[in-house]
Every structure is written in structure tokens, then in C-alpha cells.
């Protein structure tokens, strides 16, 4: 057990402190968002934050989960119906939801975009485009186009969208998770950044023809399901050094 005073200042340091990214990151929680009891035993995690999360979250014993989707804060100074509902369970159930969204995309060891290109054989080698989630990564000594995309459905457990129109052989690979689809204007650095591969959640109905015309392949394998590794990463880190149990809750979602 420990307090959640000692989670949080253990998460503000290893994850960064959610001030450090406010501007790039409006709206979306980074770090506590809603504050329960003292005391931390059980930490759930999970990709987003719902109703149905937090009422399995509390038959696994939670006493804080901590999400890479939280709350979404309604749109004026008046909440909805869902938002309300969502905020009451918490409340009545004395529960603390903490949310790491860039922090938790473009962290450097547990990012959600590092573990993909680690998971797909390739090195990280730095963050894509300044103020992007994403990172570059290269494989060394290349791998197969075929073998890279199978290898992208068995680690997204859904094949998604696959354009398979760049190099037969990838040296090297741009992930940016969710809604990471790039603008039409960042594919000029795509080609001349030698990028073979390029893996996010949802693509966007001009990809297909933007990655046809610069012989670069892509995939789209589902917002949440390129969303899970990096919270399961911080789940094991948060089981190997504090004394609290780590329990993932996969509500699979196929978008």
C-alpha cells in the first residue's frame, strides 16, 4: 500500500507533470484528474474512461485507475448527463482517475509509439516532428514489407487498413497512435526521410492515394487498439517499483 500523494509524485516524475504539456495537449487530462482515497492497494488501468470501465474497475478491488482516455470535459460550464454520470460513480465510490494522454503517446520508454516500434523490431531514434506524439524508429538491417504488416496484425490482434505501397524491404518506421493520420503537407518529409512504414489508429479517405503516390505503406490498425501497449507499460513500471497491484482491464474496441 501506498498513499496517493506518493503515486502521484512518483507519476509526475517519471511521466512528466501535466503542466509541462497544457498547451500542447488542451482538454485532455494529464496526470490527476479526479482525486478518491488516501490510500492506494489496486491500481486498475485501461485504455478510456467510461461508466463501464469504472464499475469493473471496482469489482477488481480498484482504488485508482489510471486510463490514456479520461474524462472528456464538456464542451461549456454546463456538464451533460453522461459527464455527470461518469464524475457521480467516482464520487460515490471514493475512486481516483488519473489520465495520461500526449504524456503517456510520446513517452520516451513506455510511449504508446515507442512500444510499437519496439514490439515491431525496430530501435526509436527520436520524436516525429516537433510538438507530433509519434516517433521514427529503423529496423536495423531491415525487414520484409509482408513480414512488417503480418507482423503489424498479430501486435494490433486485427489487420485494420494495409497499404501495402512502399519499399519491399523497410528500413524505417513512423508511428504515431490514434488519430495520427498525417496531413497531406507532412508527406514531403515522409519521402525525404526515407520512411518505409507508417502505423496509426484511423487513417483519413485521402491516404490511401497519398501513400500510393509516395511509395510509402501504411496501416491503420484502430485507435484503441495502437493505444494499449503504452498503458500496460506504465502498469508494469508502476507494479516493478511501488508496492501497489497492477490489474490491466482490455475493453477491446475494434475502431
Known amino acids: ?10 507519476l509526475d516524475e517519471f511521466m512528466g507533470k501535466p503542466e509541462s504539456v497544457s498547451h500542447t495537449d488542451p482538454g485532455m487530462a494529464n496526470g490527476l484528474q479526479v482525486r478518491g482515497r488516501d490510500e492506494v492497494e489496486v491500481v486498475v488501468t485501461g485504455v478510456s474512461a467510461s461508466r463501464r470501465f469504472f464499475e469493473e474497475a471496482t469489482t477488481m478491488g480498484a482504488d485508482v ?9 464538456p464542451a461549456s460550464v454546463h456538464f451533460d448527463r453522461i ?8 464520487l460515490d465510490h471514493d475512486l ?3 489520465g495520461y494522454h500526449y504524456l503517456l503517446d510520446s513517452h520516451p520508454e513506455v510511449g504508446n509509439n515507442v512500444q510499437i516500434i519496439k514490439s515491431l523490431g525496430g530501435v526509436p531514434v527520436e520524436p516525429y516532428l516537433p510538438d507530433a ?3 521514427v524508429g529503423e529496423i536495423p538491417g531491415g525487414i520484409d514489407r509482408d513480414e512488417i504488416l503480418a507482423r503489424c496484425t498479430n501486435l494490433f490482434l486485427q489487420q485494420g487498413v494495409q497499404y501495402p505501397f512502399g519499399p519491399e524491404r523497410v528500413h524505417k518506421v513512423v508511428a504515431v497512435s490514434g488519430g495520427g493520420a498525417p ?7 515522409l519521402i525525404q526521410n526515407g520512411v518505409g512504414l507508417f502505423v ?5 479517405e485521402w491516404c490511401r492515394e497519398l501513400f500510393r503516390e509516395a511509395n510509402i505503406s501504411f496501416v491503420a490498425a484502430g485507435h484503441y487498439h495502437t493505444e494499449r501497449m503504452g498503458i500496460q ?10 508496492d501497489v497491484a497492477v490489474k490491466f482491464l482490455d475493453l477491446q474496441n475494434p475502431v
Not at 1 to 10: E, N
Not at 184 to 189: L, Q, R
Not at 200 to 204: A, K, L, S, W, Y
Open 233 to 242: 507499460a506504465l502498469g508494469d513500471t508502476l507494479q516493478r517499483r511501488l
Open 133 to 135: 506524439w509519434g516517433w
Open 65 to 73: 485507475v489510471i486510463v490514456h482516455h479520461a474524462l472528456n470535459m
Open 200 to 204: 496509426t489508429g484511423e487513417p483519413r
Open 1 to 10: 500500500m501506498i498513499s496517493l500523494d506518493d503515486l502521484i509524485a512518483f
Open 83 to 90: 459527464f455527470v454520470n461518469r464524475l457521480r460513480y467516482l
Open 183 to 189: 496531413k497531406p503537407g507532412e508527406m514531403e518529409w
Open 96 to 98: 481516483s482517475l488519473i
